[in-house]
């Protein structure tokens, strides 16, 4: 059996600058330090900092009065920002730039008084944190079929933003019939799809056209992961999303010879040295790197005085 690794796969620089913003907080002030849902989408990255004092919640009401507090890669509401505020919670802020990007277009658009579209998965935090920038009218749209369906107050004045881990290939047929049905819609200057989503996707459609099956490394709740797992399955291969190595079954590589094997964006590359010495263990004999596109990307993280 021959393995292929996917590049680029794993962490991107919202991941990376996220997780370290948490371990600067966790020396800064003693733990626990709260985090307003998962910092990011992984139960390893999770559990490597809940063993160093980090405590994760899904409500504002489970963090103490005072306590240090951050908010997820996801990013969150006005409304969250607010109550935290109130709450006199000391608030840190580890949304991705490129999700806090999204923020100030939502706003802007707000601003201008146009109904906004959302498109992404609804009750997704991301798309949560996004559509709470606004006061006015939102409409989270996850098919092309909804588009049908949309009451606007004025056609001339709607925009749209898209979650940032969206498929590349969903979001061109979508975006394909908002514009026919509302050829004015105001667009974003470049796509709100991320650069690590689009590379990785591109990688594993790359990857699926020459291996038989594909495994991609992240949690069950990872967007950005689930769609590498779509993107491949819809080249014709099977394709499994894993937590972690122990999750792959011996039945799935009967009759297989090539094996691909990628991560999501908030998979830590750990977790694929586990799934490649797995396959070793039963039966790869060649391991290889596919070329890929090299990211330079990374982002600032801040001092955290609080
Ligand atoms: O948005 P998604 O569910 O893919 O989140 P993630 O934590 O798996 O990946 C990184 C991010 C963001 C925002
Ligand atoms: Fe930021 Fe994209 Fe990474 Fe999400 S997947 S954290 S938007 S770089």
């Given at each position: 059996m021959n393995v292929l690794l996917a590049r680029p796969r794993g962490f991107c620089a919202g991941v990376n600058r996220a997780i370290a913003i948490v371990h600067r907080a966790l020396e800064r002030y003693a733990p626990p330090v709260y985090v307003?849902?998962?910092?990011?989408?992984n139960t390893h990255v999770l559990a490597a900092l809940r063993r160093r004092g980090a405590v994760f919640v899904e409500?504002?009401?489970d963090i103490p009065r005072g306590a240090v507090s951050i908010f997820s890669a996801h990013g969150v509401s006005r409304t969250v920002e607010d109550q935290a505020r109130a709450m006199g919670l000391r608030t840190i802020d580890a949304t991705c730039p490129l999700v806090s990007k999204v923020h100030r277009r939502v706003v802007h658009l707000n601003e201008l008084g146009y109904d906004i579209l959302v498109i992404g998965h609804k009750g997704h935090p991301e798309v949560e944190g996004t559509c709470g920038q606004a006061t006015g009218r939102v409409h989270v749209i996850s098919?092309?079929?909804e588009v049908a369906d949309l009451r606007v107050a004025?056609?001339?004045k709607v925009g749209y933003v898209t979650q940032t881990t969206l498929s590349v290939d969903d979001t061109a047929e979508m975006l394909a019939a908002l514009r026919r049905r509302f050829p004015l819609i105001s667009e974003p200057d470049?796509?709100?799809?991320?650069y690590a989503t689009s590379n990785r996707q591109a990688a594993v459609r790359l990857l699926a056209d020459r291996v038989e099956l594909v495994l991609i490394v992240g949690s069950k709740n990872s967007s950005n992961s689930n769609r590498l797992r779509e993107v491949a399955a819809l080249r014709g291969v099977s394709a499994h999303l894993i937590d972690?190595?122990?999750?792959?079954?011996?039945?799935?590589?009967?009759?297989?010879?090539r094996v691909g094997v990628s991560a999501g964006?908030?998979?830590?590359e750990h977790l694929v040295v586990e799934v490649v010495d797995w396959l070793r263990q039963h039966g790869a004999d060649t391991v290889e790197e596919m070329d890929g596109k090299e990211e330079h990307i990374n982002f600032f993280v801040p001092d955290l005085e609080l």
């Amino acid at each position: 059996m021959n393995v292929l690794l996917a590049r680029p796969r794993g962490f991107c620089a919202g991941v990376n600058r996220a997780i370290a913003i948490v371990h600067r907080a966790l020396e800064r002030y003693a733990p626990p330090v709260y985090v307003l849902h998962e910092i990011v989408h992984n139960t390893h990255v999770l559990a490597a900092l809940r063993r160093r004092g980090a405590v994760f919640v899904e409500e504002l009401e489970d963090i103490p009065r005072g306590a240090v507090s951050i908010f997820s890669a996801h990013g969150v509401s006005r409304t969250v920002e607010d109550q935290a505020r109130a709450m006199g919670l000391r608030t840190i802020d580890a949304t991705c730039p490129l999700v806090s990007k999204v923020h100030r277009r939502v706003v802007h658009l707000n601003e201008l008084g146009y109904d906004i579209l959302v498109i992404g998965h609804k009750g997704h935090p991301e798309v949560e944190g996004t559509c709470g920038q606004a006061t006015g009218r939102v409409h989270v749209i996850s098919t092309p079929a909804e588009v049908a369906d949309l009451r606007v107050a004025d056609p001339a004045k709607v925009g749209y933003v898209t979650q940032t881990t969206l498929s590349v290939d969903d979001t061109a047929e979508m975006l394909a019939a908002l514009r026919r049905r509302f050829p004015l819609i105001s667009e974003p200057d470049r796509t709100d799809i991320c650069y690590a989503t689009s590379n990785r996707q591109a990688a594993v459609r790359l990857l699926a056209d020459r291996v038989e099956l594909v495994l991609i490394v992240g949690s069950k709740n990872s967007s950005n992961s689930n769609r590498l797992r779509e993107v491949a399955a819809l080249r014709g291969v099977s394709a499994h999303l894993i937590d972690h190595a122990g999750e792959i079954e011996s039945h799935w590589f009967s009759g297989i010879q090539r094996v691909g094997v990628s991560a999501g964006a908030s998979a830590p590359e750990h977790l694929v040295v586990e799934v490649v010495d797995w396959l070793r263990q039963h039966g790869a004999d060649t391991v290889e790197e596919m070329d890929g596109k090299e990211e330079h990307i990374n982002f600032f993280v801040p001092d955290l005085e609080l």
